[in-house]
């Protein structure tokens, strides 16, 4: 957290940032804050400029390093409901290794026009290993992937 406030966030900003790194939408975190959806935008607008995220899988992976997360809470707010096989239960496991590579650079906040490039495919095939990723390990966008990839170890 006093990583957090040497970047200047004022407390409400480092209440944003701690729902964020949980993997919440825009609205639910206006609704846990009684604030507007405007004035969530507003405040990660202000938070990427501070910490220099570019956006909210940056930000919430910015989080999760400088410790913004509630204890028991650093694990993405995602369902780990996933069709494994038989022989192992790890969500991880039931991705194919190019999965693991998307995942892993999705981790690292990279766009997939750069996931793309840097695995010599195209954006599309980007989208549809996203798309196949979130399904198999519960995620509904990019930053509880992201989020969820930091979780399991897959980042280190």
Do not use: F, W
Not at 2 to 30: F, M, P, Q, Y
Request: charged share 20%.
């Amino acid at each position: 957290m006093e990583e957090a406030l040497v970047a200047g966030l004022t407390c409400r900003e480092s209440d944003v940032l701690r729902l964020l790194a949980r993997g919440l939408s825009n609205r639910v975190i206006a609704r846990r804050l009684d604030i507007s959806e405007k004035t969530v935008k507003n405040h990660l607008s202000s938070i990427y400029l501070k910490i220099g995220a570019t956006d909210r899988t940056q930000a919430a992976l910015y989080a999760g390093h400088v410790g913004l997360t509630d204890p028991g809470e650093a694990a993405p707010s995602i369902s780990v409901s996933v069709l494994v096989s038989e022989r192992d239960a790890s969500p991880v496991a039931a991705l194919t290794a190019r999965e693991r590579g998307v995942l892993l650079l999705l981790a690292r906040g990279l766009s997939n026009r750069v996931i793309a490039r840097r695995l010599d495919i195209s954006e599309k095939t980007v989208k549809n290993h996203l798309s196949s990723i979130y399904l198999k390990i519960g995620a509904t966008h990019r930053t509880q992937a992201a989020l969820y990839a930091q979780y399991v170890g897959l980042t280190s």
